[in-house]
């Protein structure tokens, strides 16, 4: 008689992975050819997170066959791994202009480079924060903090080592502010507190301040000297003789 008995049904186990799933040909047996291999035109390979439904063919030598589904599930459920556990933190006087984003190991994604929102450079004296983000694509996300401390502790530098004498005989009325160079703020003119005119005899010192955007002073001193050594002059050359 002829054989017109499908192949035994099964109920095929789902096939998981985080990162890729192969699938190889299940089998099923039938009441006459014994164990037939199903097939399929669906791939076989899965890389994407995401549930797919592969369809296999179990046909018999007399042409039975039935179809059989088999789910494939691909979820990535594992955080990447930051390289270095504790970031170091980044110290500097002025600005961190730049850093080197970190890295982290990833099971499915291999080597992931971190991401900030952090705008550079970064100025602001003190502590900054930077949150670096690690995410591998598949909803997988951790952050990572890494301290920046922008401390400027250099004083300004004047650009002429000794300030000249300024002189004069009856007083001065206006002085040129000397400079200096900082580090951080750059050009900065000196002030003081000094009032003018000066026009007291003998050696004033006036002294100048430089502070920088950190508060950081230095002092630098210059000496006005007021020193008349003119005679008088009359007013008339010859006095009249009164009679």
């Known amino acids: ?56 063919t179990f046909s018999d030598a007399a042409g039975n066959s039935i179809v059989i589904p088999q789910n494939v599930i691909v979820d990535d459920v594992t955080a990447p791994v930051p390289v270095i556990g504790s970031l170091p933190d980044v110290n500097a006087q002025c600005q961190v202009s730049s850093i080197t984003p970190p890295t982290a190991m990833d099971n499915c994604s291999s080597v992931i ?8 450079p970064i ?33 300004p530098v004047p650009n002429i080592g000794n300030l000249p004498n300024i002189t004069a005989e009856c007083e001065v009325t206006s002085l040129s ?11 900065l003119l000196g002030t003081t507190s000094t009032v003018l005119p000066i026009s007291t005899q003998g050696t004033t010192v006036v002294t100048w301040t ?31 003789r009164s009679e």
């Open 1 to 56: 008689s002829p054989d017109v008995t499908d192949p035994v049904t099964v109920i095929l186990p789902d096939l998981t992975g985080e990162c890729i799933v192969v699938a190889t040909s299940p089998t099923t047996t039938d009441f006459c050819d014994g164990t037939i291999t199903g097939t399929t035109s669906d791939p076989l390979i899965y890389t994407n997170e995401g549930t797919y439904t592969i369809s296999w």
């Open 123 to 155: 100025t602001a004296t003190g502590l900054t924060v930077v949150d670096w983000m690690y995410d591998d694509g598949n909803g997988n996300v951790i952050t990572q903090n890494q301290n920046v401390n922008i401390q400027d502790i250099s004083v």
């Open 177 to 187: 502010a000397p400079s200096a160079t900082d580090n951080c703020s750059g050009f």
């Open 113 to 120: 480079t971190a991401v900030t929102s952090t705008s550079f």
């Open 210 to 240: 430089y502070t920088d955007a950190s508060g950081n002073m230095s002092t630098q001193n210059q000496n006005i000297i007021i020193d008349d050594v003119s005679v008088p002059v009359a007013d008339v050359a010859v006095l009249s």
